[in-house]
C-alpha cells in the first residue's frame, strides 16, 4: 500500500519526478471507465431523448437540444471547444439548431465554468445568486456573471422543456445547485458524486464538509435514473450515490472512533514547546488509524481509494473536531 499522505502539506518529495520510482495504486477496474474517447478526445452521448452528456475522461458537461436553441449545462474548459464539436454532431444528426442560447452554471468553479465565454455575450448565462456574486469579485474574463440569477428554486422553460433549478444550502461551493430535468429522468449535481471513483482530496475540495455529507441525500429525494455528477467518464445510477454515501459515513464513523482511541500524548511528550509539531504527529496519526480500513474496504469497490482516502478522512476528521465538536475536551 502506498503512504498515507494525510496532510498534503510540506514534506512533499520536490526532486524532479522519476516515473519509475513513483508510488503505485491500485488497478482501476474497467468499469470505472466510461466509453472510449473520438479523436478529438471526447465522448458524446444521448441521456435521455434531447439530452445529452459530453465528457473529455476526467470532466462533464451537459446540453439540451431544443427548437429555440441549445441550453448548456456547464462549460468546463478542459473539454473547451469539444463542447461545441459535441454540440454540433448531435444538432445536425437530429435537424436541430446548434446554437447556444442558454448556459446554466452549476456552480462558480473554473473548472467547471471556465469555457464560458467561449460561447459568446448574447448568450443567456443562468445560475445562483451567489454565482453571480462570486463571478463578479473575481472578474475572470473567461465566466461571465449570470445575469439571470435565482435564490432558491427557479423553473426555467426554454423551447417546450422543463429544467427546475434548486439551491438547499452551501456544500462542495456555497453556491452549488440541484439541476433537475424531470422530463428527462435525470439529476445534474456537480463535484459531490464522482461515480465510481472516491472524491478526488480533501472530499472533492469542499468548502462545507457537512453540507456535503448531506447533499446525496437531498438528491435520493427527487426521481431521476441518470446522474451527471460533473466528474470522470461515464453517468451515475442511483447505486452510485448510495455507495458514495456509505462511503462517507464509513470516514466519518472511522475518524470517531480514531479520535477516541489514538492517544496524543507521546506526541506531545517528545515535540514539548514546538505544539505544532504534536498536533500535526497527533492528527496524522488519527487521520492513518481512520483512513486504513476505509481504503482496505473500498479498494476495487471504489476507483483511486487508496488515492484520497487519507486527504478526504483528514477533512471529515477535522469537521466532526470543529463543526460538530466531538472529541473537543474543556480544560479542567
Ligand atoms: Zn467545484
Known amino acids: 500500500m502506498a503512504a498515507l499522505d494525510t496532510t498534503t502539506e510540506a514534506h512533499a518529495d520536490t526532486r524532479p519526478a522519476n516515473a519509475k520510482n513513483l508510488p503505485d495504486y491500485a488497478p ?65 444528426a437530429n435537424g436541430v439548431t446548434n446554437k447556444v442560447t442558454h448556459l446554466i452554471y452549476s456552480h462558480h468553479h473554473a473548472d467547471h465554468a471556465g469555457a ?24 475572470d474574463p473567461a465566466r461571465p456573471a449570470p445575469a439571470e440569477t435565482f435564490d432558491d428554486r427557479r423553473t426555467v422553460e426554454i423551447g417546450g422543456e422543463r429544467i427546475e433549478l434548486a439551491w438547499y444550502d452551501t456544500n462542495h461551493s456555497p453556491d452549488n445547485i440541484f439541476i433537475h430535468l424531470p422530463d428527462h429522468d435525470t439529476l445534474m449535481l456537480v463535484d459531490i458524486v464522482n461515480p465510481g471513483w472516491a472524491p478526488v482530496y480533501r472530499s472533492n475540495l469542499t468548502e462545507d464538509v457537512q453540507g456535503y455529507i448531506a447533499a446525496p441525500d437531498t438528491a435520493l429525494g427527487y426521481s431521476w435514473k441518470h446522474f451527471i455528477g460533473g466528474h470522470m467518464g461515464r453517468l451515475g445510477t442511483r447505486a452510485d450515490v448510495t455507495l458514495h454515501q456509505q462511503y462517507m459515513a464509513d470516514i466519518a464513523a472511522s475518524s470517531r472512533m480514531a479520535l477516541d482511541t489514538v492517544d496524543p500524548t507521546p506526541y506531545f511528550m517528545r515535540y514539548g514547546e514546538n505544539s505544532w509539531a504534536a498536533v500535526r504527529g497527533y492528527l496524522d496519526a488519527v487521520t492513518a488509524a481512520a483512513a486504513t480500513p476505509v481504503i482496505e474496504k473500498y479498494t476495487g469497490v471504489l476507483a483511486a481509494a487508496d488515492v484520497f482516502t487519507a486527504s478526504t478522512t483528514f477533512h471529515v476528521m477535522q469537521s466532526i473536531r470543529l463543526d460538530l465538536g466531538y472529541a473537543s475536551q474543556v480544560h479542567l
Open 28 to 92: 482501476i477496474p474497467r468499469a470505472k471507465l466510461g466509453p472510449t474517447l473520438n479523436e478529438q478526445g471526447y465522448y458524446v452521448g444521448r441521456v435521455e431523448r434531447n439530452l445529452y452528456w459530453v465528457t473529455d475522461g476526467t470532466y462533464q458537461a451537459a446540453f439540451l437540444t431544443t427548437p429555440d436553441g441549445v441550453v448548456l449545462l456547464d462549460a468546463p474548459p478542459t473539454i473547451g471547444h469539444n463542447i461545441q464539436r459535441a454540440i454540433d454532431e448531435m444538432a445536425a
Open 116 to 139: 464560458s465565454s467561449l460561447f459568446g455575450n448574447d448568450i443567456v448565462r443562468i445560475g445562483h445568486e451567489e454565482t453571480r456574486r462570486l463571478l463578479l469579485r473575481e472578474k
